[in-house]
């Protein structure tokens, strides 16, 4: 049989394909066509079976799926590092997070959201993150949308700012237009973007929850992405306040309440549920929603210390879980699946690394209703691919695989990103920017955006 000519050929590699079975290739190559994964498997039957017009040697390096963060707020990326660090002393931090963010959030215009969302989509793709999911807070989705193809990367945008309560918090946000008319009309306003099957920009449906939404708002959205094949997404009980609120608001919890309204569907993907009371936990173990769990916005902002996290023990009990890094501030995405394994094991449960990437990966991907073509490295699905280097002390000895690459080395050892099968990052630089003047135009819009907001 005649080998046949693939794009770019990946030897040489120790591939983690993420598949169901959990499938790898200690010594497996891959063979890339076009934006599609051709073949993988042994290296001995790819090498015999494919010749690459280019070829990639790994040196025995890990490969994996492009992570998919599936939480964050792309043009808050800058703010998030900029907003002041203050110790919450065991006080709950929803009020200060409306101070800090809506200042600077307001100030945004089109070319600080763009400055905002390419400095964070280097970011990901540098850290092995291929794609994110907007939670719906983007005003300019043209600019964003800019900014991320200019970058190279994959996302799915929402309509910013859907909120229909008068509670002060939200409404002093710039765009807020507290009605459920408002809200039932803007929504949906992103699927047009779902037509082209291979745009890298994808649409879903957001409302912005955590108590800013009526009941009859989250029934409209979520049956609103039902009929349209999407995700349906919003932050739910983030912290002891929010949760409390629901409680007052429901007259029970939250998610029993929701279940018993028949709201916990598989289209719904819930962010943050850091409150989990027993009934609740039961109640989303039986369910088939999806939650995306932020470790980095639980540990920053202490939840763990007012309510126990339970959502290792939910993706044990089978929940479909995934990470999201929400937004930037005192960790990245390189730190993620390393602080979710330290949350598991102080709530005494263990995550392996394998559990991490199947995370970030497959489980993502099921989340936003794409599994049958992302999240995972089998024929037919987009290259969206990390190459990782040996090249760093902590990938050594060639031991705990997994381990070693994604909890010790971490985002340090991602040498090749991989998106639609071009490559987009090398050696860990960026192929198509000049990425230092990429810095100096975010620092510009930074200045502007603290100028404008009068923060010093
Ligand atoms: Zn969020």
Redo the contacts with the bound molecule.
């Keep these: 049989m005649t080998a046949r000519t693939c794009d770019l050929l990946i030897r040489n590699a120790y591939v983690l394909t993420a598949d169901e079975k959990r499938t790898k290739y200690p010594s497996g190559a891959v063979a890339i066509t076009g934006r599609d994964i051709a073949a993988i498997g042994p290296s001995a039957d790819i090498e015999r079976d494919w010749r690459g017009a280019r070829a990639i040697d790994a040196h025995g390096a890990m490969v994996h799926p492009g992570f998919i963060d599936t ?3 792309v043009t808050q990326h800058m703010i998030g590092k900029m907003i002041q660090e203050v110790s919450f002393e065991g006080a709950d931090p929803t009020a200060w997070i409306a101070k800090q963010y809506t200042g600077m959030n307001n100030a945004l215009g089109p070319e600080e959201e763009w400055a905002n969302a390419a400095l964070a989509s280097l970011d990901m793709l540098r850290n092995g993150v291929t794609a994110f999911v907007d ?1 719906g ?1 983007i005003y300019d989705t043209d600019a964003v949308a800019d900014a991320v193809l200019a970058v190279g990367a994959r996302a799915s945008f929402a309509d910013a700012w859907i909120i229909d309560s008068d509670d002060p918090a939200f409404t002093n946000i710039r765009g807020v237009v507290p009605t459920f008319a408002h809200g039932a009309k803007a929504l949906g306003g992103q699927l047009w973007r779902n037509a082209d099957t291979g745009a890298r920009i994808r649409g879903h449906v957001a409302i912005y929850g955590c108590g800013a939404n009526s009941l009859a708002m989250i029934r409209h959205a979520k049956a609103l992405a039902e009929k349209n094949g999407c995700a349906f997404n919003m ?1 739910q009980s ?1 912290s002891t306040d929010d949760a409390h609120a629901d409680d007052q608001t429901l007259g029970k919890h939250p998610l029993v309440r929701y279940a018993e309204e028949g709201l916990l569907s598989k289209a719904c993907v819930f ?2 549920m850091n409150v989990l009371r027993d009934d609740e936990f039961e109640t989303v173990a039986k369910s088939p929603i999806s939650v995306v769990w ?1 470790p980095t ?1 639980s540990w920053y902002y202490a939840t763990r210390r007012r309510a126990p996290n339970r959502i290792a023990a939910l993706f044990k009990r089978g929940v479909n879980v995934s990470l ?1 890094l ?2 930037s501030k005192a960790a990245s995405w390189g730190d993620q699946a390393h602080m979710a394994y330290l949350i598991a094991r102080d709530q005494g449960e263990h995550l392996s690394p394998e559990d991490l990437l199947q995370m970030q990966t497959a489980n993502a991907a099921r989340a936003m209703g794409w599994e049958s073509w992302l999240g995972s490295l089998e024929p037919g699905k987009r290259a969206d691919i990390v190459i990782r280097s040996n090249d760093r002390p902590e990938t050594w000895p060639r031991h705990n695989v997994e381990r070693q690459h994604l909890l010790i080395a971490r985002g340090k050892s991602v040498d090749t990103v991989i998106v639609d099968g071009e490559i987009v990052v090398k050696s860990g630089r960026h192929t198509r920017l000049d990425e230092r003047a990429l810095y100096e135009r975010c620092d510009r819009a930074a200045a502007i955006l603290r100028e404008r907001a009068g923060v010093s």
Aim: proline fraction near 7%; glycine fraction near 8%; charge should be negative.
């Design positions: 939480h964050y707020h939670p807070t932050h983030q962010v943050h932020s916005n999201g929400d937004v």
